[in-house]
């Protein structure tokens, strides 16, 4: 196995042999006020819980299922918000971006630059990407075996940048549904890079709902709970206020008010897994 890589951004680093770090935050950014105040939640949560951070809030969701879908507020007021939440709350951000135009502006606020799964074998988006110097993490696309990420990798080393992680977000398995195989995980830890487990989006039900994705979220507990022990560098959560009432993937985000409890356990399970 190639030597477990490092990355670090401010006082946060994430390694596959460190403790766990959560990435988390709303689907979408909807205003100003409330990305100011799930940030300055999360931050409050994982300071107390003593685990590294970083806020994830998409600017926009260029991959709705409906073009009468909630894309969120577009790169400009995206960003603002995003530099407001960094300043503010001093937290790493982290958003996903949908072409290679977008990057020059993104890469001046965001601290990680996130490619959707759909998007992971794009070319000139994952090379664009890299040339800024910024961390990308990159999500395994649903259609894609573990071990195929490394020419997604590949694509990112050969343009000059070895600061990456990956992210395993389920796997397409019949009309609807996403299964999450937890071999994935030791596979793309074989990379060496940070691997992140998305707990959120595996629980989804792509299109299910037709014009919308469904989801289950009773199961991200448990998903989040298995990839702990199976070891991974983070966990990856959408996470809400009131998610039944959000504008854009509400049936398989986490409940803000369950966050603490469930990063309890992971925790501990971490420990136990990477004898910390």
Do not use: W
Not at 97 to 109: G, K, L, R
């Amino acid at each position: 196995m190639t030597q477990a890589k490092v990355l670090k951004i401010g006082d946060v680093k994430i390694g596959n042999n460190l403790p766990l770090t959560l990435i988390a935050g709303p689907c979408v950014i909807e205003d100003e006020k409330s990305a100011l105040v799930a940030a300055e939640k999360l931050k409050r949560i994982t300071s107390d819980l003593k685990i590294g951070f970083i806020y994830k809030s998409s600017y926009d969701k260029a991959n709705r299922s409906s073009l009468d879908s909630f894309r969120g507020l577009g790169v400009r007021r995206g960003l603002s918000i995003l530099q407001k939440v960094k300043q503010k709350c001093d937290v790493p951000v982290l958003s996903d971006v949908h072409n290679e135009m977008e990057i020059p502006a993104v890469s001046e606020v965001l601290d990680v630059i996130q490619i959707p799964a759909f998007l992971c074998r794009q070319t000139d988006i994952l090379v664009a990407a890299a040339r800024t110097g910024k961390i990308v993490n990159i999500k395994k696309g649903q259609f894609m075996a573990p071990d195929d990420m490394n020419s997604v990798i590949a694509k990112i080393t050969k343009s000059g940048n070895n600061r990456i992680m990956i992210t395993e977000r389920g796997t397409s398995f019949g009309y609807h549904n996403l299964v999450s195989d937890f071999r994935s995980l030791p596979i793309l830890a074989q990379t060496g890079y940070p691997v992140i487990f998305d707990a959120t989006h595996s629980v989804q039900l792509p299109g299910a709902k037709g014009s919308s994705s469904g989801g289950d979220r009773k199961f991200v507990p448990f998903l989040a709970r298995a990839a702990a022990a199976v070891g991974t560098a983070g966990i990856f959560m959408e996470v809400h206020p009131d998610p039944d009432n959000a504008p854009c993937d509400g049936p398989n985000m986490l409940k803000l008010k369950d966050v603490p409890r469930l990063l309890e356990a992971l925790i501990e399970i971490d420990k136990i897994t990477k004898k910390l």
